[in-house]
C-alpha cells in the first residue's frame, strides 16, 4: 500500500524461504479492529512512510479519525489522499518532532482543531549506526536520536495524559535491539529507544490505574528506507512494513503489554545466560575487524 517509491531493493531467495517462517504474517480481524476505533482520534507520529503510512492505510476503512505527523509535508499529503480514498478521515501536521517548540505549537494546533486523541501511536524514530570512534565530533547525533526517540513522545504524553484520561492507549514502536545484549555502533539509536521504552514501563503502572494502557511492540529488522543505509541488511531476512503494521493493529485491538518475534526469547534468554560469553566474542571480534 505504500505511496513512497522509496528505492527497496528485491529479495533475496533466502529471504524469501526465511521471511514467512520467521515473522509469520499476522492475521487481523479488520471487522473487530475497525467497530473498536471507528469513532476513535489516533495520532500516529512517522506516518509519511514506512511501518507508520502503512498503519495509516491499514486504519483507514474504520473511518476514525488519524492524526497524521512528519515533517515531509507533500509525502504526509499522499498518505492522507489514499486515507480518503479508502473511507478514512486524515488530518495532516507537518513538523520536526526534534523541535520541542514546533511540538508544543502542534499540541495546541491540535486542541485548537477539536482533536482529542485517544490512541497515540510513537511511530516516528531516527537511527544512526556508526562507531563511537566516528563520533568524537558528533555529540548532535546523541542529541538528535534522544529529541526524536524519547523526549518528543514525552512531551507529546505529558499533554496528552489529562486528554486520555480513563480512556487511553499508548503504543510503542520499540525495537527488538532494545530487549537484546547492546551492539557495537547502534549506541545513539539503543539508548534513546531504551530510554522511552523505560520511562513507558515506569508510569505504565500510574497510567493503568487511570485506564490508560500501554503495548510495546519490539520489532525485529522492517524492510523500510530506515534499514536502507546499512548495506549488511540488504540481504539478510526482514518483516514487511505491511506485517509491522498489522502487529500495531492487533495492539491496537487486543491491548497487549508487549509483542516480540516469536523466537526472540532464544536471543533474551541466551543472552541473559550467555553473556559473558557473547561479550567476550563481540570484543574479540571488534579486535579482529574493527567496526567500519
Ligand atoms: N525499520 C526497522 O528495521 C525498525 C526496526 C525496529 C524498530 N523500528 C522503529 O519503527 C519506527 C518506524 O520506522 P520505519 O522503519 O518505518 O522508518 P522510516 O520509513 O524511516 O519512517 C520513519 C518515520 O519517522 C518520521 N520522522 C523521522 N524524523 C522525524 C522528525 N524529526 N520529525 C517528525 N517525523 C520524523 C519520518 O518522516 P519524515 O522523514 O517525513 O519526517 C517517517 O515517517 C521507528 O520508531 C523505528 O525506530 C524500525
Not at 505504500?2 to 524461504?17: C, F, H, R, V, Y
Not at 492522507?80 to 513538523?95: C, D
Not at 520499540?174 to 557495537?184: E, G, I, N, R
Not at 493493529?249 to 516469536?262: M, Q
Request: hydrophobic share 45%; aromatic share 8%.
Amino acid at each position: 500500500m505504500s505511496t513512497s517509491g522509496t528505492l527497496i531493493p528485491p529479495i533475496t531467495l533466502k529471504q524469501k524461504i526465511l521471511e514467512p517462517i520467521l515473522f509469520p504474517p499476522a492475521s487481523v480481524n479488520k471487522e473487530k479492529l475497525y467497530r473498536k476505533i471507528q469513532d476513535e482520534t489516533i495520532l500516529i507520529t512517522g506516518a509519511s512512510f514506512g511501518i507508520g503510512e502503512e498503519l495509516a492505510c491499514l486504519l483507514a476503512p474504520s473511518g476514525a479519525q488519524l492524526v497524521l505527523v512528519a515533517r515531509t509535508k507533500e509525502k504526509l499529503e499522499r498518505v492522507a489522499e489514499t486515507v480518503r480514498s479508502l473511507g478514512g478521515k486524515a488530518h495532516v501536521f507537518a513538523l520536526d518532532l526534534c523541535d520541542e517548540m514546533s511540538v508544543r505549537v502542534f499540541l495546541e494546533d491540535l486542541r485548537h482543531a477539536g482533536l482529542q486523541p485517544h490512541i497515540f501511536v510513537n511511530n516516528a524514530g531516527k537511527s544512526i549506526r556508526r562507531s563511537v570512534f566516528k563520533s568524537l565530533d558528533r555529540h548532535h547525533d546523541f542529541t538528535r536520536t534522544m529529541q526524536l526517540n524519547y523526549f518528543a513522545p514525552v512531551q507529546i504524553m505529558l499533554d496528552l495524559i489529562p486528554v486520555m484520561a480513563q480512556r487511553g492507549q499508548i503504543i510503542n514502536i520499540s525495537s527488538l535491539a532494545v530487549a537484546l545484549l547492546p551492539a557495537p555502533g547502534w549506541a545513539a539509536y539503543l539508548a534513546s529507544k531504551a530510554a522511552f521504552d523505560q520511562w513507558l514501563r515506569s508510569v505504565s503502572p500510574e497510567l493503568e490505574s487511570k485506564n490508560i494502557n500501554s503495548s510495546s511492540l519490539y520489532f525485529p529488522l522492517v524492510r523500510t528506507r530506515m534499514i536502507e543505509p546499512t548495506r549488511s541488511y540488504r540481504n539478510i531476512p526482514a518483516m514487511s512494513p505491511e506485517n509491522a503494521a498489522r502487529w500495531i493493529a492487533n495492539a491496537i485491538l487486543h491491548e497487549g503489554k508487549r509483542y516480540y518475534p516469536w523466537w526472540s526469547w532464544i536471543l533474551i534468554v541466551s543472552g541473559n545466560i550467555l553473556r559473558p560469553v557473547w561479550e567476550a566474542i563481540l570484543s574479540f571480534q571488534m579486535k579482529r575487524k574493527p567496526f567500519r
